[in-house]
């Protein structure tokens, strides 16, 4: 083989490495702050499966039911396209939506409807 020959497999091998070592956004996600009174969490699974829960305590279980219920998707299957994580299935009321999320290059994900900022859950 040739010098060039060896380069070129090389540069291909160490693409390939690159590529596979990026770690996966796979895991649960979860904001952090006011807890006590709203609380979202995101769950990416490997298969593509995934949810989004919020959860909220701000004094009246109506309302509470109400934002939790129009928030969240029990079921849903999510992408990662072009830097953003999009989730997309049905709410409880059985209405589609699709929470959309910039990925960070530190890990954490940024909702882009309201600029809450998810940790990856430990």
Not at 12 to 33: D, I, K, V
Not at 95 to 110: C, D, M, S, W, Y
Not at 113 to 118: D, E, V
């Amino acid at each position: 083989m040739s010098a060039m020959m060896y380069r070129a497999t090389f540069l291909f091998l160490a693409l390939l490495f690159a590529s596979c070592s990026r770690p996966s956004l796979a895991g649960r996600y979860e904001t952090r702050g006011s807890e006590k009174q709203f609380k979202v969490t995101l769950d990416l699974r490997a298969d593509g499966q995934g949810s989004f829960v919020a959860a909220s305590n701000l004094g009246n279980p109506q309302l509470d039911r109400s934002v939790e219920a129009a928030m969240a998707v029990p079921a849903g299957k999510w992408v990662n396209e072009q830097g953003e994580v999009a989730l997309t299935g049905n709410r409880a009321d059985g209405k589609p939506q699709t929470h959309r999320f910039a990925v960070q290059a530190n890990g954490e994900l940024i909702w882009k409807q309201n600029g809450a900022r998810f940790y990856r859950a430990q």
